[in-house]
């Protein structure tokens, strides 16, 4: 698999912080399903993906978010048409303050071009909340 994943996620943070909801739905599939603090979202329709997005990054554009840096990007090959790509993401504000440092987990399809079926944001563990 000869991908560049790089430069697809580079193209999806640049577009997602631009609040550019539907290039950033033109990278997924409908449905979708997305992952968050360990609930499913079943999205099933491209407009549910697009509404999904925009709620998203309106809350990054509130919280003074203005870049994505990509850290690492860890992809697992699923045969030829279709990989699991783990993004580490800083998220940076205008002035180059930390705003969220994670990751998240991405189903892809393709290769042509690659799409994404869903996404699982990592939850964090705090060690107030961890069990012994």
Do not use: K
Request: aromatic content about 10%; charged content about 20%.
């Amino acid at each position: 698999m000869s991908a560049d994943f790089g430069s697809f996620f580079a193209h999806y943070a640049d577009r997602y912080m631009a609040s550019d909801a539907d290039a950033v739905a033109d990278l997924c599939t409908a449905p979708f399903l997305a992952v968050r603090g360990g609930q499913p979202i079943h999205l099933g329709d491209r407009a549910a993906v697009v509404d999904h997005l925009t709620g998203l990054m309106t809350a990054y554009r509130s919280a003074g978010a203005a870049a994505a840096d990509i850290l690492e990007i860890d992809v697992l090959t699923q045969g030829d048409s279709a990989a699991l790509a783990t993004v580490r993401w800083n998220v940076r504000s205008l002035s180059g303050d930390l705003i969220r440092d994670f990751r998240t987990s991405y189903q892809l399809v393709g290769p042509e071009p690659w799409r994404i079926v869903s996404y699982v944001n990592h939850d964090t563990v705090r060690p107030e909340h961890a069990s012994a």
